[in-house]
């Protein structure tokens, strides 16, 4: 059973626009959320989060909006860059960390 | 700049042959954490350490075993690799087990083959 799920494996998007990733959970004991970026051949690096008391958090190009009761997370990315392209994962914490399949973001030219 | 080092970047080993991987971090961080990743999955932790104490997730198999001698140092030994352990492993630290202001930082993996 899957408790974090991003149900789009890749998203293209074109540089100056939007990036919204999304993300669903099943498990209402998460009390934490991490969104990691991947670039290829290197390990995953910490983004941005938010507590479950908060329904956004931003933190310059990139903003985490959290609805609690409908169990969904989304990261935008505004304005998107080509340096954006990557893996991006979403994760859920209550005392362990879980993780999402990823999304593959492209921004292009 | 590393903090969190793993060694070898790629191993390749044969089917039933011990291998073990390798992570070290200069960032002194208390909780060392080992995760497996394979083909277009969430990474899937195995096991963590907070200190000297081994926590083991419930559906890690046997097969998976880990070391820490000192805080910089923690290994993954898998005693007889099958077909199925090809991954990409992952290692992770953080100054806590608490996310919530510790997020964790990730090593550059090493993935795993199977002959």
């Known amino acids: 059973d899957q408790q974090v799920k991003q149900n789009s494996p890749s998203l293209s998007v074109q540089e100056g626009r939007i990036s919204i990733l999304n993300c669903d959970y099943t498990n209402s004991m998460f009390d934490y959320f991490l969104w990691y970026k991947k670039y290829p051949a290197e390990g995953p690096t910490f983004l941005i989060s938010i507590s479950s008391i908060k329904d956004k958090n931003e933190d310059g190009r990139f903003t985490v909006f959290l609805n609690k009761s409908a169990k969904h997370l989304s990261l935008h990315i505004v304005p998107s860059q080509p340096g954006d392209s990557a893996v991006y994962f979403c994760a859920a914490s209550a005392y362990k960390l879980i993780f999402g399949t990823g999304t593959r973001l492209q921004v292009f030219p | 700049d590393a903090m969190v080092i793993q060694n070898p970047r790629y191993q390749v080993t044969q089917f039933g042959k011990p291998v073990t991987l390798s992570c070290s971090q200069t960032l002194n961080h208390n909780v060392m954490y080992w995760y497996q990743q394979k083909s277009s999955q969430a990474p899937k932790l195995l096991f963590h350490?907070?200190?000297?104490?081994?926590?083991n997730e419930a559906d890690t198999p046997d097969n998976f075993q880990s070391r820490r001698p000192n805080t910089s140092f923690c290994f993954l030994d898998i005693r007889s690799p099958g077909l199925g352990d090809a991954a990409m492993y992952l290692c992770a630290t953080s100054r806590g087990v608490d996310s919530s202001n510790q997020p964790q930082h990730f090593g550059d993996g090493t993935r795993l083959s199977i002959l």
């Open positions: 350490y907070y200190d000297k104490d081994f926590n």
